[in-house]
């Protein structure tokens, strides 16, 4: 691994188009890598075993990171890395990745999994924060249906704080979503209120397989997901409000699933670990 000693000028150049690519979502110029920024992320990525392909640092800094052999190293001037970096105070340092790429049945084949389905969610924050929310809960998986923001998204990737390179997430058609109540995962469709058919989360059983089901921020879930639903649940709020934020209410239902399982003498339900080797999180504040 070796630093250029030459900065790069150049707004064209091919390595900084395939970053700027990258970080407005276009996977065909980014040749499928996606963008990271900061030495926070890059960290995570790094902790989490991801190698980057392609590491960015502009001419103010100095490379702090180890990395791989494997790794190309690409030095930048100040306006070069600016012009390609997504956010208005760049860092100095971003990378390109490939994101890990998981199948439906990593997911499904975990004892007693705990999965979240964002079904119609489009706003990156709240599923970047849902992602933040599942591995601290211990969820198997998150999956994500037609109509959802990509969790790859800018916004989705800070949000989740890291998590998103250790959570299983899979993109599933409403087919899929059908198929998983055959292999015995009660779906769950979250709801803003109390009615007919609806229970209070507390009295309903999570430590078995099952899937909760977060719509749509605005119009919450689609009548297609609600039709799917071997359940309705709802969290009962004494409060005068008249819904929950997304985000807020898939985390407090996964909590409440991992409270359960938690206090569940079976050791089935307990969380699976998903990365190889130990990571433990050191406390971090809010992300913005």
Aim: glycine fraction near 8%; proline fraction near 6%; include cysteine.
């Amino acid at each position: 691994m070796g630093v250029p000693a030459a900065a790069i000028s150049s707004r064209t150049n091919a390595r900084v188009k395939q970053l700027r690519a990258a970080f407005s979502g276009n996977t065909r110029l980014s040749e499928g890598l996606v963008a990271i920024e900061g030495d926070h992320l890059l960290e995570e990525a790094l902790r989490s075993g991801i190698t980057p392909a392609i590491v960015f640092i502009s001419e103010r800094r100095e490379l702090s990171h180890p990395f791989s052999r494997s790794t190309e190293i690409v030095r930048l001037t100040e306006d070069a890395f600016a012009s390609a970096a997504e956010t208005r105070s760049p860092q100095g340092i971003a990378a390109l990745i490939r994101p890990p790429a998981y199948r439906l049945e990593n997911i499904l084949d975990q004892p007693s999994p705990l999965i979240l389905i964002a079904a119609g969610l489009q706003d990156p924050g709240n599923l970047g924060t849902l992602v933040r929310s599942a591995e601290a809960f211990g969820a198997a998986g998150v999956l994500t249906t037609p109509g959802t923001v990509s969790a790859w998204n800018q916004k989705a990737l800070r949000a989740s704080v890291g998590s998103i390179f250790r959570t299983a997430i899979v993109a599933v058609t409403q087919v899929d979503v059908t198929q998983i109540q055959t292999r015995g995962i009660a779906l769950m469709a979250a709801v803003g209120s109390e009615g007919d058919g609806v229970q209070s989360v507390q009295a309903v059983d999570l430590t078995h397989s099952c899937a909760i089901m977060i719509g749509n921020e605005g119009v919450g879930l689609a009548d297609e997901w609600l039709a799917l639903a071997t359940s309705r649940i709802t969290i009962p709020c004494p409060g005068p409000v008249e819904s929950l934020n997304a985000a807020v209410a898939g985390s407090l239902l996964l909590y409440e699933a991992s409270r359960q399982r938690a206090a569940a003498p079976s050791a089935e339900a307990s969380p699976q670990e998903r990365i190889p080797g130990p990571l433990r999180r050191r406390p971090t504040g809010a992300h913005r």
